[in-house]
């Protein structure tokens, strides 16, 4: 770690739908599809709060909002058909959210360690990671990978464990409330880059519009002013 990055974290951990690639919107298109699959219509109120969430808790917001039991067999066929129809819309490409291919090349030359911790599966995540570049991140954990996905603090927990490093000593970069709730439960400090939906005010968070022109030393600045701040 260069000398003058020493008081910054020790990592930097970074969401990826919404947040890297904007990829939200594909996902509305395939959960608004499944809905219909299923013989319904999904609402806006419904779609904005499973953003950022994982894939059972979309499900069970699904299934609720459009009046049908949770059964799981049904539920396991509507997964495997989400899936499979978001996996066809991530290989027609992701683009990229304002500033974050930049901010990843920044953070990487400034030495950083850097995982990506997603609610994504693994199945939808390694083809977007070759988008991306997998090249930029040391470890990654996807939502079916832990006990429990965002906004538990499992996601995030698992992704420093593997680092080596102290939770409480990273900065995660999200756009969620669910994300941003994960990683301050996790301890971390959060930088917040909301994308679909506002994201409140927490006890470890600091908002920014855009990734464009993040620097290093807004990356210290972010964690020191965030990470200082007691957990809620």
Do not use: H
């Not at 894939?55 to 396991?76: N, V």
């Not at 911790?117 to 990978?145: K, Y």
Request: proline share 7%.
């Amino acid at each position: 770690m260069p000398a003058d990055r020493a008081d910054g974290p020790d990592a930097v951990l970074w969401d990826m739908d919404g947040t890297l690639v904007d990829s939200e919107k594909l996902w509305t298109v395939s959960i608004a599809e499944t809905a219909r699959w299923l013989g319904g219509e999904l609402s806006a109120a419904a779609r904005a709060a499973m953003v950022g969430g994982d894939m059972p808790s979309t499900l069970d917001i699904l299934f609720d909002d459009l009046g049908l039991p949770r059964d799981p067999d049904r539920k396991a066929r509507a997964q495997r058909w989400m899936t499979e129809r978001t996996g066809e819309l991530f290989a027609g490409g992701l683009e990229w959210r304002p500033g974050a291919l930049e901010a990843l090349r920044t953070v990487s030359a400034a030495g950083w360690p850097m995982a990506l911790v997603t609610n994504t599966q693994r199945v939808l995540t390694e083809p977007a990671l070759d988008g991306i570049g997998r090249e930029f991140f040391q470890v990654s954990v996807c939502g079916d990978e832990v006990s429990r996905g965002k906004p538990a603090p499992d996601p995030y927990l698992r992704a420093a464990e593997l680092l080596g490093v102290d939770p409480g000593r990273c900065l995660a970069v999200e756009d969620s409330p669910t994300g941003a709730q994960a990683a301050e439960r996790a301890g971390a400090a959060v930088l917040v880059v909301p994308c679909e939906v506002p994201v409140p005010a927490g006890s470890r968070r600091l908002q920014r519009e855009s990734l464009a022109g993040l620097s290093a030393d807004d990356v210290v600045a972010v964690y020191r002013a965030a990470g200082s701040r007691p957990a809620a």
